[in-house]
């Protein structure tokens, strides 16, 4: 539902002027706020579905048990005169006692066939004890499994007994004979359900319970003690299934009111509308409606099963209530047992709510076993009296006079009722009562339009509705609905499939027996159905085939890929996504559907999808052209073809602004990997032997400049925060990968650090339990590893190694997974991880099995063709290790017997952390050894032959087979279909005016428009000096960012790999966390992202790759929201520029550039780089700088160079201005936002210069301090500050005044300010942060009376 804009973006009502919000911040788009941000992606969880019936049951054989004994009235009861006589509406008297027996047997039988025509009905008209065992013995072995009922009207006998005996007759009729319910239980064994129509009926109920309860004892003592004598007998059978229905309780007497029927019990449950409108008749409010007599009801026209007559009506509407008062009255599981298990069952205690109401008002209490709550008294009651007040008012007119019957209004009532709560209702609040009447009216069309609507609107509050449409009945109606060709209803129907199967895909087997993929078929195939409803069927039939081979055949046949394949290029992206990922599905493991994919080159029309501007259809994409590719079946040259086109295209998608993109790419390339195993082992060997011999030039040296270790005993006690995406660590043995580990344990509060080893480092058990090799502790690969190998395939030539030629599709794939196991975003890189061990695993096992590897070169190329379909890829399952601990790099798992100290031999020590980050000289690796080698010598190289291979080594390999699981999978698929079980029509919570995420909002709208107005009441009035201190502190690294947060007293300050946050107000450390960077990468840039309502934090290092963290500064685990690789081939250096950005909140644009030779524009809504702007020069861009209105970007470089670019023109022709007055490398170049806004430029060299972009040379030129290592300029107050090596600070006014020099600390004794690291000014305060390399940040501001 689309809100309306105006509403969405009204001010404040009722501020004043002063308080008037800003209405820019209401029309900021926010980025990375998207589902795909704030969720975990994973489908939702199973609810147990409980409404299929697990045994439905049918009543097949009926005993009718009269004793009536005609004309003989029993000793024990004295009748009334006049006397109830009716028996099954036949008066007795009025004909011979035998043939009046007959009748009544006749006419019960006629009444119970309404309800169940097709059981087997015996009578036993006043038998004996042998009829009756003969009888009931004959029925069970009929029966079989199946219910027995078993009827008995003992109005010509004496009352049951205390002992649980029922009387019968003696052959001649002269006694009356007991029948012990105990043989009768015995004869009609279970399942069975008996009725009870005599006085005191209740004590036979009680009887039954007691003689049940006898029986299992009895049936426990023989399965204890098999020489008991019980246990000699033949077992008597269980009476747990048995249905009990009594006329009354045990010391009741039936009514005898000579205006009812003698049988009043039985009547009520056979003939209820007959009864029911008697009995209204007798009711004195009957007399409000005239003319109405007993003569009357009996004329009602109509038949009961036409629900367009009058009669018809009054039972239809009278199941519709008993049904409804049973569903809201009942437990659920009771309720499924008695009225949805067994038609007769079901209409027999629909017909006892009614025996209960009418036999209560004459002091009558029927029993049921099993009992039921009360339900005489249910308002649903009255609705039944005025549905016969309205029938029974038309009668008179009618007989007499013929006139139309007009029908009642009951069913439309009851919608409105339905509909009243669906409108007015609150989120949690009990069921609707109307819920069963709904389903009843889905069998009138008059209503169906109607109630299709209204149950599509209940479905849609959330899967809890659907499991109670579901367990009311409403499958079999829907299912049915769907062969009806009416157009209207396709829509309603459309949502109502879709809801069902979003939360029970067990369905799709239903549909298929019944042919109702087809529906959906011709709904997709619809040109004019709007796009909703074809995404809405797209997704049913997506989870028709979605691993059930009947679906993939039955929509293979209806055309399923066709169809599909035509609306790829839909405008609706919701479409888009679904047909990519039904295409995905039908082809999965379905060889026919792949080869008519191909003849449709559905590969090729999926591949526009690989570029979409929406990330979750790209996704789609992928997986789709994953499974496509995963198809186990034999490969032939032109499948291979295909598989390597494929494969090339996906590989594109290799720096993807999204992460869900590139786990979805690691997963389709998994499949490609496991169908060319052999050919992938080839070149990991070779890549492996490649990395061994080649020392990589560690891009940062072990020693890092910079980064002066400090004295153990320092003030500041960091505590870093473990993080979500980084707290998984496990056994990891690398130097690095310790030490990022320990920064990651919390200490314990004394600030001493917990005991350490390596062992306890095993924190996350789902982490290890998923892991693919055999010794689950030890992957092959570390990361190290696996770093080098990648940036060894980019320096070396590798093409003059043997085996596969190396421009290779499998080589190219290798560098892909190589690059994707450095992702920044640790579940893609976990899971390229787990398929690059998984291959470097089986090479290593197979060269050693086959002895290739006899000197550690490659003497034989492995063979080209795929591997059998058998072999699959390690399991992958959902382990969010962090990549960055992945590893032991070297060692095999300790020796049996060997504590976790063995570790050490390879790994230095790290200290414990109390001062700044120490870090430990860089071992380097030989990748780790194989997962089997206990027996080898520690120093052994991977490729060694080692002793000879045991028998009982051979079977762990054979072992390793079973971690080794088919598929990977990201749960994209289930995640989206969620989408379909949430409400899709409620007011998303942000727009609902009322929502508490609503009111935040406003309340920090409120608050930026204070901060942006005090602050300008400020730097108008101009600020005179800068230099009051009004923060200090200690940081745990050397900062080298500093950033200020718009509008909270809060600034964030990067070291080389971490984030420390600081509440600048109160002084106070809000938060420490690991960033995540590789340890020879530091943090160039960080940015606010939404900082004028839910912030994030982006983050960007000197090897092109961005991080942006959520929950951070509060009390919550700082979270990676997303990350990606903004600049790829970037070498990071201690001396570059590292990475540069530039941030646009309105546009959702961010710029990057650093030592490359691109600014490189990345669409944060997309997640997609939109443009790259060469610079046109040979040295690094230092800072960017961006005015979104005249879409200009000024970039200062490091060959002194300003350049102007305009975003809007071609590549060749964007540059528009180039200023080389400056001799060294720009420090800042700031593009002021104004429409006339100039640039002002700074060089190391302290010449401050600025430019009119439309002016070829500078209009002014300033001269400040030489050596200058930061600077900045504060956007609104006319200001810039200038920090030196000289360790000290000066701040100018645009004018070129020195406004303030800061050289000391305040407090301290007055320390001398160390170098200056970084600088900067807050957005709107007057307050500058400095970092120096002593470790202090401080913050300056202008003098207390300005503030």
Partial sequence: MKMDTELLHSPMVGLTEEEEVDMADWNLPLAFMKKRHTEKIEGSKVLAQSWRMKDRMKTVSVALVLCLNVGVDPPDVVKTSPCARLECWIDPLSMSPQKALETIGANLQKQYENWQPRARYKQSLDPTVDEVKKLCSSLRRNAKEERVLFHYNGHGVPRPTVNGEI????????????????????????????????????????????????????????????????????????????????????????????????????????TPIKIALRWFCMQKSSKLVPGVTLDLIEKIPGRLNDRRTPLGELNWIFTAITDTIAWNVLPRDLFQKLFRQDLLVASLFRNFLLAERIMRSYNC?????????????????????????????????????????????????????????????????NPPEQLPIVLQVLLSQVHRLRALDLLGRFLDLGPWAVSLALSVGIFPYVLKLLQSSARELRPLLVFIWAKILAVDSSCQADLVKDNGHKYFLSVLADPYMPAEHRTMAVFILAVIVNNYNTGQEACLQGNLIAICLEQLNDPHPLLRQWVAICLGRIWQNFDSARWCGVRDSAHEKLYSLLSDPIPEVRCAAVFALGTFVGNSAERTDHSTTIDHNVAMMLAQLINDGSPIVRKELVVALSHLVVQYESNFCTVALQFMEEEKNYAVPSPANATETGNITPSRDSPAIP??????????????????TLNKSLQNLNLNEEGGSAAFSPGNLSTSSSASSTLGSPDNDEYLLSFETIDKMRRVSSYSSLNSLIGVSFNSVYTQIWRVLLHLAADPFPDVSDLAMKVLNSIAYKATMNARTQRILDSGSLTQSAPASPTSKGTLIHQAGASHRSKRSSSPSSGSPPMPGASSSSFTNEVPKPPTREGPPTRPAYTPTLGGQAPHSQQFPRTRKMFDKGPDQTAEDGDETAAHRSFISATLQTGLCDWSAKYFAQP??????????????????????????????QSQRITQRGVTRLDDQIFINRNPGVPSVVKFHPFNPCIAVADKDSICFWDWEKGERLDYFYNGNPRYTRITAMEYLNGHDCSLLLTATDDGALRVWKNFADQRNPE???????????????????????????????????????????????????????????????????????????AGLGDGSVRVYDRRMGPNECRVMTYREHGAWVVKAHLQKEPDGQIISVSVNGDVRFFDPRMPESINVLQTVKGLTALDIHPQANLFACGSMNQFIAVYNFNGDVISNIKYYDGFMGQRIGAISCLAFHPYWPHLAVGSNDYYMSIYSAEKRLR
């Fill in 167 to 270: 009387w019968v007759f003696n052959k001649n009729y002269t006694q009356y004979i007991p029948l012990s319910i105990y043989d009768l239980q015995t004869w009609m064994g279970s399942p069975s359900i008996f009725v009870y129509d005599c006085s005191n009926a209740g004590i036979i109920v009680k009887s039954f319970k007691q003689f049940a309860l006898q029986r299992e004892q009895e049936l426990e003592v023989a399965a204890i003690n098999p020489n008991h004598p019980l246990a000699q007998m033949p077992l008597p059978p269980s009476m747990k299934n048995c249905i009990q229905l009594a006329a009354c309780e045990a010391s009741e007497l039936l009514p005898m009111n000579p205006d009812l029927p003698a049988d009043l019990f039985t009547s009520c449950l056979t």
């Fill in 1120 to 1194: 990676m929201v997303t990350a990606w690789q903004g600049l790829s081939d970037m070498l990071p250096t201690t001396r570059g520029a590292g990475m540069v950005v530039d941030w646009e909140q309105e546009t959702g644009l961010l710029m990057t550039s650093g030592d490359v030779r691109v600014i490189r524009i990345w669409d944060t809504e997309r997640e997609m780089k939109v443009q790259d702007i060469p610079t046109g020069a040979d040295s690094c861009v230092t800072t960017l700088s961006c005015d979104l209105q005249r879409s200009l970007v000024a």
């Fill in 719 to 736: 505590r870093l925060r473990s993080v979500n995406s980084y707290t998984n660590l496990r056994a990891a043995t690398s130097a690095r």
């Fill in 984 to 1013: 899709v029509m409620k007011i998303p919570e942000e727009h609902d005016l009322e929502s508490q995420v609503r009111k935040e909002r406003e309340w920090r709208f409120l608050r930026n428009a204070r901060v942006r107005r």
């Fill in 365 to 429: 209490t029927p029993v049921s076993s099993p009992r039921l709550p009360p339900t005489y008294m249910h308002a649903m009651w009255q609705a039944w009296d005025l549905a016969v007040d309205i029938c029974l008012s038309q009668l008179p007119t009618i007989i007499e006079e013929g006139t139309a019957f007009r029908h009642s209004p009951f069913f439309a009532e009851q919608l409105t009722a339905f509909q009243v709560w669906l409108t007015m209702g609150v989120e949690n609040r």
